[in-house]
């Protein structure tokens, strides 16, 4: 069965860095576009990041963009997201899911790990 | 967020709801939707995606619609195990590769 696990999160201060990390097993992972969502403390779902199978489409939202890189070693069948500069703002539950294939919708879900921006 | 839904619905057990989501044509109006049920504590859950289409496992008590720039979200023979978020998803073409999640709605059994 399809299986996202997160990993990486933790306490970080403002101005620090996190690599978050995504292990994937359970599909053929080169062939999916995969998505890093996040949610902050109370609020909604924010979509950050995606990247196609091979690396070659990566998207960024705008409250992240030249902070956050995405990427993806498919023999290793992981997602990461490398975190720079982060701020308080950036304090969520960050998530990884797969896309339908064609179509940006997330249909499998990791449980979250949670980012903590704090001096 | 650019997709408003109603921040709350309600219904008692077996009774239908439906969640709008309100969006652009940028985003609603020439892309497919998606519905997410989201129980705090736990992983996102697929329900709907390309407007109307459930994946495997999701009883057709869940349905989708479309049109223009409008989205909806049913659900018939409501469940107490269906109190949770809900939140619809679309691709938005305004900017250069950019998802857009909708407000979210609580729906709550009564």
């Known amino acids: 069965q399809v299986q996202l696990v997160e990993s990486g999160g933790g306490l970080v201060k403002p101005g620090g860095s996190l690599r978050l990390s995504c292990a994937a097993s359970?599909?053929?992972?080169?062939?999916?576009?995969m998505t890093w969502i996040r949610q902050a403390p109370g609020k909604g779902l924010e979509w950050v990041s995606y990247?196609?199978?091979?690396?070659?489409?990566?998207y960024y939202a705008d409250s992240v963009k030249g902070r956050f890189t995405i990427s993806r070693d498919n023999a290793k069948n992981s997602l990461y997201l490398e975190m720079n500069s982060l701020r308080a703002e950036d304090t969520a539950v960050y998530y990884c899911?797969?896309?339908?294939?064609?179509?940006?919708?997330?249909?499998?879900w990791g449980q979250g790990t949670l980012v903590t921006v704090s001096s | 967020s650019v997709l408003t839904q109603p921040p709350s619905v309600s219904a008692a057990p077996g009774q239908k709801v439906t969640i709008s989501c309100s969006g652009s044509?940028?985003?609603?109006?020439?892309?497919?939707v998606s519905w997410y049920q989201h129980l705090p504590g736990t992983a996102p859950k697929l329900l709907i995606y390309?407007?109307?289409k459930r994946p495997s496992g999701i009883p057709d008590r869940f349905s989708g619609s479309k049109s223009g720039t409008s989205a909806t979200l049913g659900i018939t023979g409501l469940q107490t195990g269906d109190e949770a978020d809900y939140y619809c998803?679309?691709?938005?073409?305004?900017?250069?590769?950019?998802?857009?999640f909708g407000t979210g709605t609580k729906v709550t059994v009564l």
């Open positions: 044509s940028s985003n609603v109006g020439k892309n497919y």
């Open positions: 899911a797969r896309s339908v294939l064609g179509d940006p919708a997330m249909d499998y």
């Open positions: 359970g599909f053929t992972f080169r062939d999916y576009y």
């Open positions: 390309e407007n109307n």
């Open positions: 990247i196609s199978g091979g690396s070659i489409s990566i």
């Open positions: 998803g679309a691709w938005d073409g305004s900017q250069s590769g950019l998802f857009v």
